[in-house]
């Protein structure tokens, strides 16, 4: 059990310590990585305390604790992804409106140089 522990602990510090190194070298932005520093404290916090899974899985009414770690790791995975999508989809019509008002531009700084060339 105390293996399970240290392992767990080990990698929520080292998830934490990465994505600190990430955010330092601009890998990574803020927003981003506020998400996984999250996630990092929670594998910490089981990883140091597993019995919590117990109360909260006991306290919700699962009857296999296990299970509730795998469905809020499915839930956090959805929740991320649909972030995700939200995220590309605003980036997608900001570049859409950025490469429209260029076209707009070219074309005025076009008809301007020719009517300067008349």
Same mark, same amino acid.
């Given at each position: $059990? @105390?293996?399970? =522990?240290?392992?767990?602990?080990?990698? %929520?510090?080292?998830? /934490?310590?990465? @994505?600190?190194?990430?955010?330092?070298?601009?890998?990574?932005?803020?927003?981003y990585?506020?998400?996984?520093?999250?996630? /990092?404290?929670? *594998?910490? *916090?089981f %990883?140091?305390?597993p019995?919590?899974?117990?109360?909260?899985?006991?306290? @919700?009414?699962v009857g296999?604790?296990?299970?509730?770690? $795998?469905l %809020? %790791?499915?839930?956090? $995975?959805?929740?991320? $992804?649909?972030?995700?999508d939200?995220?590309h989809s605003? =980036?997608?019509?900001?570049?859409?409106?950025? /490469?429209? =008002?260029?076209?707009i531009?070219?074309?005025?700084? !076009?008809?301007? !140089? !020719?009517?300067?060339?008349?």
């Amino acid at each position: $059990m @105390i293996g399970y =522990q240290l392992l767990s602990a080990g990698l %929520g510090l080292a998830l /934490a310590t990465l @994505i600190l190194f990430l955010v330092r070298r601009d890998h990574i932005q803020i927003r981003y990585a506020l998400w996984w520093l999250v996630v /990092a404290l929670l *594998v910490l *916090v089981f %990883g140091f305390y597993p019995p919590l899974i117990d109360k909260i899985a006991k306290l @919700i009414g699962v009857g296999y604790p296990p299970t509730l770690l $795998m469905l %809020g %790791g499915i839930a956090a $995975m959805i929740i991320k $992804m649909l972030y995700m999508d939200i995220e590309h989809s605003r =980036q997608e019509r900001e570049i859409r409106r950025l /490469a429209q =008002q260029l076209a707009i531009w070219e074309y005025d700084s !076009s008809i301007r !140089s !020719s009517d300067d060339q008349e």
